[in-house]
């Protein structure tokens, strides 16, 4: 599990979709006989063991795996581990020509240093004055494109950014905004968005100056940091981005009073300047570059009509690999994260192998890389599907399940689709797992845009997250498997079996709340 990035906001969800469906009984509609009732299913449940759950958690949280980084030789022995299971079970493989996996490149990349500059000089071409890196500016680097070592543009003063740009005229200028507050996801956020304005605005960059209350110190603290970054691209290095160049307040104030701006009176409008041409340099640098794979096996579905339809069961497969020694122990296993929702993966899969017929849709079984590094597996699945993105239905996402509550687990995401009031359903009806599904108990956290679902729900596919919350081991060396709850395992793993079996099975696909979906695409496009 990574607790990188979240984007803050909150949305209050309605039910009138879900009450809908419920009085048409559209996704609750099943056949007359309840499918637990069927005969085989007991058996299938059933094979979703403690003994099996533990033995393959044992193995992919062993010293011999070494953590499972991305990439590393570790994460390609649980990849060749997991490809060989579905290999045993029958599954058919949907990587990459004809096999298990799918391999997606790790681009590495970083500040050019040798060529970031910022610098000002009168419209006659007199008085160049450069800011300093560090205690005047720093740099999000600009993409791969041509021309991006060198740039000479206009300055638009804009002032405040209130979430998008002034009516005004910036195709080929450089707009600067101030951005109150301090670092942080939130103000992080507010980047994200401004790039992307000036960007759709034709700029050639972005300019940012802080609030006058960041300390000097912590401004070069963080300009610091920026020239060591390593940024980590799946496929290929972006070529569209612009850069953004990040002001003290005082620097920028220093070049506005060159044009005769006082920064300190908020424009009414955008203000060009005329008397001041800015110079400036920052773009990425290819520094490494490697391969990592993800795992796709899919059981065909019985149904002719759903069959070429697919229900996502996803798990990440990787952790955070060797680190910093912990009473003499480097290396940080990730039995719970994330080598529980793999094993559940595996489990369900062979459950569902077992029954007498299958599924009426396809399950699809994602075990991706690069969760702990930003996504990075599932991101790329999302933008190269090994099968019709638009035939996948939902997705259905594990990450550590081990852990916690020995009777409850949170189902995160139940109330941005009807997934959820069938994922309430299944509960009922199972009384015998003696498994609860809490609802989000950290919506602060905006867990739902944290995990590998969420590549899923940006492509607006219905998803879960099933997630028993972090605890003390949670991305140290004692994450082993001696610490986890086998039964809580099962029991989810069971539960999750019933879950997919219904969506499978269900006449019509899940479908988004109306305000839950309006969340999802205000956060992604």
């Known amino acids: 599990m990574t607790l990188s990035s979240a984007v803050r906001g909150t949305a209050t969800l309605v039910a009138a979709a879900a009450a809908t469906l419920a009085a048409s009984g559209s996704l609750s509609a099943q056949a007359a006989v309840a499918p637990a009732s069927v005969p085989g299913t007991e058996a299938a449940v059933e094979s979703i063991s403690a003994e099996d759950i533990h033995r393959r958690i044992a193995y992919l ?44 490149a790790i681009l590495t990349a970083g500040l050019d240093t040798t060529t970031v500059h910022f610098g000002h000089l009168l419209a006659d071409g007199t008085g160049n004055q450069m800011l300093r890196y ?7 680097p600009a993409g791969t494109r041509e021309g991006v070592d060198m740039n000479h543009s206009r300055l638009v003063y804009v002032g405040a950014f209130t979430g998008e740009l002034p009516e005004g005229e910036y195709a080929g200028t450089v707009p600067v905004v101030s951005i109150p507050g301090i670092f942080g996801p939130q103000w992080s956020g507010v980047i994200t968005r401004a790039r992307a304005a000036a960007q ?15 300390p000097n110190d912590l401004f070069s603290a963080v300009a610091d940091r920026t020239r060591s970054a390593q940024l980590r691209y799946v496929g290929e290095l972006p070529e569209d981005e612009i ?27 955008p ?3 005329r008397k001041v041409e800015a110079h400036f340099a920052a773009s990425l640098v290819l520094i490494d570059q490697a391969f990592a794979p993800n795992v796709v096996a899919v059981l065909p579905g019985s149904d002719p009509e759903l069959r070429d339809e697919y229900v996502v069961l996803s798990a990440h497969m990787d952790h955070v690999g060797v680190g910093e020694p912990v009473n003499g122990d480097s290396i940080y296993n990730g039995a719970d994260d994330d080598a529980s929702g793999t094993s559940a993966l595996v489990e369900v899969a062979e459950a569902l192998s077992l029954l007498p017929e299958a599924p009426r849709r396809s399950v699809l079984f994602l075990h991706v890389s690069g969760e702990e590094d930003g996504l990075l597996g599932s ?14 239905v939902a997705d259905i996402n594990v990450d550590m399940i081990g852990r916690n509550s020995p009777d409850s687990v949170v189902v995160i995401g139940k109330e941005y689709s009807s997934l959820g009031e069938l994922a309430d359903r299944v509960q009922q009806r199972h009384p015998e797992l003696g498994l609860t599904l809490s609802d989000d108990i950290w919506p602060e956290e905006r867990f739902f845009f944290r995990s590998d679902h969420f590549h899923f729900a940006r492509k607006e596919i219905p998803a879960l997250f099933f997630f028993s919350g972090v605890h003390e081991d949670y991305h140290q060396p004692s994450d082993e498997v001696e610490t986890l709850d086998i039964d809580k395992a099962v029991r989810i793993s069971r539960m999750i079996f019933h879950l997919v079996r219904e969506v499978a099975d269900a006449p019509d696909r899940p479908r988004w709340d109306p305000e839950g979906l309006a969340e999802v695409r205000a956060l992604t496009q």
């Not at 499972?68 to 990587?95: N, V």
């Not at 104030?253 to 300190?264: F, K, S």
């Open 271 to 273: 203000i060009p300047f």
């Open 379 to 392: 991101q790329y699945f999302s933008e190269h599907p090994t099968v019709p993105l638009e035939s996948i």
């Open 134 to 140: 560090g205690p005047d500016f720093f740099a999000l």
């Open 61 to 104: 949280a062993s010293d011999a795996l070494r953590g499972r980084d991305t990439p590393s030789p570790g994460l390609d022995s649980a990849a060749a581990y997991l490809a060989s299971e579905y290999r045993r079970l029958g599954l058919r493989p949907a990587g990459d020509d004809g096999g298990y996996l799918q391999r997606y």
């Open 200 to 214: 759709e605005a034709g700029a050639t960059a972005l300019g940012v100056v802080v609030s006058p209350s960041i």
């Open 243 to 269: 850069a953004v160049f990040v002001f003290n307040d005082e620097a920028f104030a220093a070049i506005a009073a060159r044009e005769g701006v006082d920064v300190t009176r908020p424009p009414l409008a």
